[in-house]
Structures are given as structure tokens and as C-alpha cells.
């Protein structure tokens, strides 16, 4: 069994359209997240959210949008895509904030 | 602001020998660590986790890592690596004055050659 699932694997599309990511979770865990993963290998945090509850906001263009249904459930939505939004796309979870978090497999964005 | 340093990008070795990848950090308050280890194409995976106790921590495949509050270092060892050990290593920190955020070094390559 997927502890975290995420859907697509992959994803290609053109500037300008929207897209959506979505996430979920097997292990009970009350917090989700985003991360993104640029080319350099670099992971930023984006989201975090505990018990559907936002907790954490970086500074990310509004043009993402999370949304979390229930504790197990937190999908990411894109609008207007650019060229600069290409990347891995990350969704974690823990059961408290402050311990190993649980990673999906990762969305690969690709903005043409 | 919490901060992580990791301080080599590649670290090429031969198969079998040991390996030291190294991590500085810098928060104000007390401090969570971990390392998480990426193969190509795939999702992060902890190795190991420092929460509080002992300050030498073992994880899976046979490595370990070294919380010494003093140097503010988490360094991560192997004595003796494996070609499956060829990956990307990450050093995170989260800490109680970021919401427990986590926050990810660069990354380390490490390359294990026959």
C-alpha cells in the first residue's frame, strides 16, 4: 500500500493553462504539505496545512492555490502557469509537525 | 531564520570506502534534525532522525550522523559504501520558532564508483 500517493507522475502542458495536482494519504498523519523541487535540486517548502488547517504560507505567486478536503487529502492547484513553474512538485505528510515527514513520489511539471 | 549549510555539492568515492557528507546548521532555538536521501527519480526517504537523547543516531543502510550542538553540525557517515549508495543526500532542520518547518540543505551528491 502507497503510504503518500500523488497523481499525475507527469505532466505537460502549455503557459497559461491550469492544472491541478492532487495528494493523498494512507498513514493517518494530520499534516501535508508542498514542496517544490527545482532544477538545481533544490526543495522549497510551499504549503503546509494541520488538519485542513493552514499553517504555513511561503511567499508563492497566488496562482497556487492549496486545498485540503479532509486530513487526508491536500491537492494543489495552478493557474495560469508560466514557463518558471516547471519543476517536481512534492507532497509530504507527518503526524506532528515537527517529525519525519513521509514523501510522495513527485509530480513532474512541465510548462512548454 | 533557520538556516542549512550543506557544504559539498559532489562527493565522488570508490566503492567500500568511507564516507562523511557534512551539514551545518544555524537556528536560534532548539532544533529537530534529519537526513533524507533522494535515488534518481524517486521521492525523499529519511535515513535518520535526531529528535533529542543520544547525540549519535543510526538509520537505515548503515549510516549514522553526529548532532554536536557546539560546532551546530550534523554530519552524516558510512565506513564503507555501496554503488547503490549513489545518491542525493538532503540535511534538514525544523525548528519550534519556524512552525516547524522544514528546512532543506542543497543537497550533496554522492557518487559511489566501482
Known amino acids: 500500500d502507497t503510504a503518500v500517493s500523488q497523481t499525475p507522475k507527469y505532466l505537460v502542458t502549455q503557459m497559461g493553462n491550469d492544472k491541478s495536482i492532487k495528494c493523498e494519504q494512507n498513514l493517518g498523519h494530520d499534516t501535508m504539505y508542498w514542496y517544490k523541487q527545482d532544477s538545481k535540486k533544490f526543495l522549497k517548502i510551499m504549503f503546509s496545512y494541520n488538519n485542513k488547517e493552514l499553517i504555513i504560507n511561503e511567499t508563492v505567486p497566488n496562482r497556487f492555490s492549496p486545498k485540503s478536503p479532509d486530513k487526508a487529502h491536500l491537492n494543489l492547484h495552478i493557474n495560469s502557469l508560466e514557463l518558471g513553474d516547471s519543476a517536481v512538485y512534492f507532497c509530504?505528510?507527518?503526524?506532528?509537525?515537527?517529525?519525519?515527514?513521509?514523501f510522495g513520489p513527485g509530480t513532474r511539471l512541465t510548462v512548454l | 531564520a533557520q538556516s542549512v549549510t550543506q557544504l559539498d555539492s559532489q562527493v565522488p568515492v570508490f566503492e567500500e570506502a568511507p564516507v562523511e557528507l557534512r551539514c551545518n546548521y544555524s537556528?536560534?532555538?532548539?532544533?529537530?534534525l534529519f537526513w533524507y536521501v533522494q535515488y534518481p527519480n524517486q521521492g525523499l526517504q529519511l535515513l535518520l532522525k535526531?529528535?533529542?537523547?543520544?547525540?549519535l543516531v543510526k538509520g537505515i543502510n548503515g549510516f549514522e550522523a553526529e548532532f554536536n550542538k557546539s560546532q551546530t553540525s550534523f554530519h552524516l557517515r558510512k565506513p564503507s559504501v555501496h554503488i547503490s549508495d549513489t545518491a542525493e543526500y538532503f540535511c534538514?532542520?525544523?525548528?519550534?520558532?519556524?512552525?516547524?518547518?522544514?528546512?532543506f540543505g542543497k543537497g550533496t551528491l554522492l557518487t559511489v564508483n566501482p
Open positions: 509530504a505528510s507527518s503526524q506532528v509537525p515537527y517529525n519525519e515527514q513521509f
Open positions: 535526531y529528535l533529542s537523547g543520544s547525540t
Open positions: 537556528s536560534s532555538v532548539s532544533v529537530y
Open positions: 534538514a532542520l525544523a525548528s519550534g520558532g519556524s512552525n516547524y518547518k522544514l528546512t
